[in-house]
């Protein structure tokens, strides 16, 4: 792969890989408004309702997807010391953790208040 | 020693820049705010109990009538463009570091228009949504979406004129190669506003 030295003396991609990944998010952006639209948007079709029980994973799965090519790439954390990495992915495992635990959390407060 | 083999050899403990580390450790904490903020807007969702909602139509008890709130082909342009601006400050960044002016200023340019299209689309939404009839305290849904997306919104103002700021030092060739730091800098700011947006936008405008 074609690179170029950066201030920190380590290589980053060249301008062709990062139109590439710009290319690739793009085609991810389209396809997450295209799964809404072919299941809830105004092209519903018939495979609407078999795409549903997917919908919410497959948008995060492309989420996931699009942020680990930015992360990587534009960011440089594919090149750059690890140390980076360990300094962002960290606080991002925790934060995934809040999200999932305060959504647990209050699902079973709303569900217990709901019972009475 | 020049400035450039200075700064390939840097006299820290990490032998990394402590700049460059002071960044990523706030792009750390950033992860931790946008969790609570995301969280705040799942923990709400669906659980208005007055509309107007982001994806059905309402009718309130007095018989006023209120459509599905979002614009989905408007914030997918925003989106887009956030994207094609992340592309275009590590060109911009490329250029900054092989000493090529033409292109850092050119990109950096691109960039900063893709910025402020973001935020005028955004303005342009919540006037929009305020006309509709969504207040800040209208319902749970209107609370949480300007809080996150406003949150989000100003770390985008304040990216755009982070870059704004290296953007007239490239213009008045205050930018050198060994300088291109600064403006690494704030494309790391960038690129993470664009990847909480990645996160943002099927979690509050595509999946109900």
Redesign the interface.
Known sequence: MES??????HA?P??SL??K??LV??VL?AL??G??EIT??EHTGALGPTIKPF??PL??L??AA??AL??M???HLKQD?K??SG??V???I???F??VA??VL??YT?AFARSG | MTA?AH????ETS????NR??AI??F???E??F???L??NY??NKG?SLVGPFP?EPWTSPTGQHFEPIFE?PLV?LG??LL??S??F???A??GA??GDRKALIGWLAATIACGLFFVGMQVYEFTHFVHEGLGFTTNLFGSSFYTLTGFHGTHVTIGVLWLATVWKDALRGKLP??K??NL?MAA?YW??V??VW??I???VY???
């Open positions: 170029h030295v950066s201030t920190q003396g980053h060249t301008a990062y139109f990944v710009g998010l793009f952006t997450e408004v799964l809404y809830y948007g919908f919410v948008l995060l492309l989420s699009k942020f930015v992360g790439f534009y960011m010391s140390l980076f300094v962002f960290f606080p991002l925790i934060a995934a809040i999200i305060l959504m209050h699902a709303f | 450039h700064a390939a050899h840097l990490t032998g990394l820049d460059k580390v990523w450790t792009i750390g904490s992860c931790m946008f969790a609570t995301i969280s799942l923990v659980r994806h989905i997918t989106t887009a994207l094609f992340s592309l400050v590590v060109l960044l490329s570091q092989r190669p060994h291109s730091l690494e790391l690129h993470f664009d990847v990645i996160i936008f099927p979690v595509l999946i109900k």
